[in-house]
């Protein structure tokens, strides 16, 4: 469509929202854009329906069909409603959770929710307030619902906000239930289908009555009981980065006996602006400053801390020198699965049915210490939903240990089907106290693990391009990494190419082409070399973004090797982003 076109289509949907049945408020907001020479806010806010990605619903908040607001949140809760009616027709009650972050407006988004869901008939359990994205997974378990919400925009910049939709299994949605749901959603065309006005004795206010069982629950998954015991006095440092981490973490790490947490005061205030950091994602450096700076006033070993919905880990450990080292998600989440892994080995627990899940795009060594010790790996898309979905279809004939993946995210437990930091900032404190049993620090057990299963090192880089014409730019490189795969990487010529839109796995060798197995497709593609190094390149499905999944193999000669070993694999990922033309 070129631009003429386009403007004269946004321009009419946006016509439609100066109907009197929208409020004054966006109503101004639209013929603001609307009157505005410059039209860029306006096909922003219009050239698209907010769709629902790996994450949910997710946009910048505002007024338009493209933007996160009473309307849009609106039109999913009915169209939610709407399926779910369809869909338990034959439930004397259907019932969903709801639950909500400390953003602005996510109250508001949940409470509406709450509203509409009532509205039509359908029980609702609404948290009385912000609360983990986790802890909505558990109550929708626990509470026997039929589906559930959590407003929540994640690690996003606070212009940002979500919509998770949640199934009965307390797993994100997948097909079909995700692509029915946009169905239903698209159904809703007009304001006048949205039933606005709540039965609030449909609605049942949720609280501490769940905390308690959530974290009891939690705390039954300590495997070193008396590790804790004995090093209750381990100084660890942990912020919620104003979010809801602040609800439960500290409860949380004292049910499991960690006596000794240091705060960072200024970040124990939930604030959806999220004052003192850049971006509140605790994969990047910046956003844990303050609680190093804590650590270091304190002499704390460890540093800990979740995003604002309190499902994903970040984790900072004291080098042999003394320097704080920020751990990536891909080696969080190889720590976890090590120790849950060696752990039950070492407490006879194991029958042989025992698995474990990665993503696609998360390290492979994972599956090398899987492999050692006759645990099943699983690969599966990006997106926590995709391990969830494991999880359903092992039900009943598999053990589950663990599943994460890089972005910062791990599941210790079966009653939770979404990444939960929760359980997994104490479960990483356990790590930290069993390894000091042996004598080490949580980064000396990372250099022992790799002794133990092979080097690699990973990195991921995101290259931005927002808007429509960055969509078109994200398109047209995809496009471009398929007709024309790199011949080499780092040196080091590519010999297998996988590629997940038609799930085809090639061998640039010998020409052979075999269909891998997963359950749909997915716009990624993988570069694998002859060294054994892995390039994953993804689009994001909830943010303006495509996404470089780097990793490299390298020999560890020896533990006294490994600080040397990691600066040539940052070499080597530098000469492989080189390649693929990625700044």
Request: hydrophobic share 35%.
């Amino acid at each position: 469509m070129d631009n003429e076109n386009l403007l004269i289509e946004v321009t009419e949907k946006a016509q439609r929202w100066l109907d009197p049945k929208y409020d004054e408020e966006t109503r101004r907001q639209v013929q603001a854009m609307l009157d505005n020479p410059d039209k860029t806010d306006l096909i922003e806010a219009f050239y698209k329906d907010l769709e629902f990605g790996t994450g949910g619903l997710r946009g910048i908040m505002g007024a338009g069909s493209n933007r996160m607001n009473i309307y849009t949140v609106g039109a999913a809760t009915q169209g939610l409603a709407n399926y779910l009616l369809d869909t338990f027709k034959d439930l004397p009650q259907i019932s969903v959770c709801v639950g909500h972050d400390v953003r602005h407006n996510s109250r508001r988004f949940a409470e509406l929710a709450a509203d509409i869901f009532s509205a039509n008939g359908i029980k609702v359990y609404l948290f009385d307030g912000p609360c983990p994205t986790p802890e909505v997974s558990y109550g929708i378990r626990k509470l026997g619902c039929q589906s559930g919400v959590m407003v929540t925009a994640s690690h996003n910049p606070k212009e940002y906000n979500g919509y998770k939709a949640y199934w009965s299994d307390g797993a994100q949605m997948i097909a079909p239930h995700d692509v029915q749901t946009i169905e239903y959603v698209n159904a809703i065309t007009s304001v006048d289908q949205i039933k606005f006005t709540p039965r609030k004795e449909l609605i049942q206010i949720i609280g501490e009555d769940i905390d308690k069982q959530y974290l009891d629950d939690i705390h039954s998954l300590s495997l070193s009981p008396e590790a804790d015991k004995r090093h209750k006095d381990m100084k660890i440092v942990y912020t919620p980065i104003h979010g809801t981490g602040l609800r439960l973490m500290y409860r949380s790490l004292a049910e499991w006996g960690f006596e000794n947490v240091a705060h960072v005061d200024a970040q124990d205030i939930q604030d959806g602006d999220f004052p003192t950091v850049v971006s509140p994602n605790p994969e990047n450096a910046e956003a844990m400053k303050m609680a190093i700076e804590k650590a270091k006033e304190t002499g704390a070993s460890l540093v800990l801390a979740s995003d604002p919905d309190a499902d994903r880990v970040g984790l900072v450990v004291r080098d042999k020198e003394g320097n704080y080292q920020l751990v990536n998600g891909n080696q969080i989440c190889m720590i976890f699965l090590y120790y849950l892994i060696t752990r039950n080995v070492e407490l006879g627990k194991m029958k042989g049915n025992e698995y474990c899940v990665k993503t696609i795009v998360t390290t492979e060594a994972i599956k090398r210490i899987a492999d050692a010790n006759g645990v099943k790996c699983f690969d599966c898309f990006t997106g926590f939903k995709w391990i969830a979905d494991v999880m359903r279809n092992m039900e009943g004939t598999g053990r589950y240990l663990g599943g994460g993946e890089e972005s910062y995210g791990f599941l210790a437990e079966t009653f939770v089907r979404d990444k939960d930091s929760i359980s997994a900032v104490p479960l990483m404190c356990e790590i930290a106290a069993w390894a000091a049993d042996q004598g080490m620090n949580l980064y000396e057990l990372l250099i022992d693990i790799y002794a133990k299963y092979g080097f690699s090192r990973e990195r991921g880089v995101s290259v931005v391009r927002p808007g429509k014409s960055g969509a078109d730019e994200i398109v047209e490189m995809m496009k471009q990494y398929r007709a024309n795969p790199p011949k080499s990487l780092a040196g080091s010529e590519v010999v297998v190419v996988k590629d997940y839109a038609d799930l085809n796995c090639r061998n640039i060798k010998t020409g052979e082409i075999e269909k891998m197995n997963f359950p749909t497709t997915s716009n990624v593609l993988q570069f694998i070399t002859e060294a054994g190094d892995k390039v994953s390149i993804r689009p994001s499905g909830t943010e303006p973004k495509i996404k470089f999944y780097v990793e490299v193999r390298e020999d560890l000669p020896s533990k006294e090797d490994y600080e040397a070993t990691v600066r040539k694999a940052e070499d080597k990922i530098d000469r492989v982003l080189a390649d693929l033309g990625v700044k």
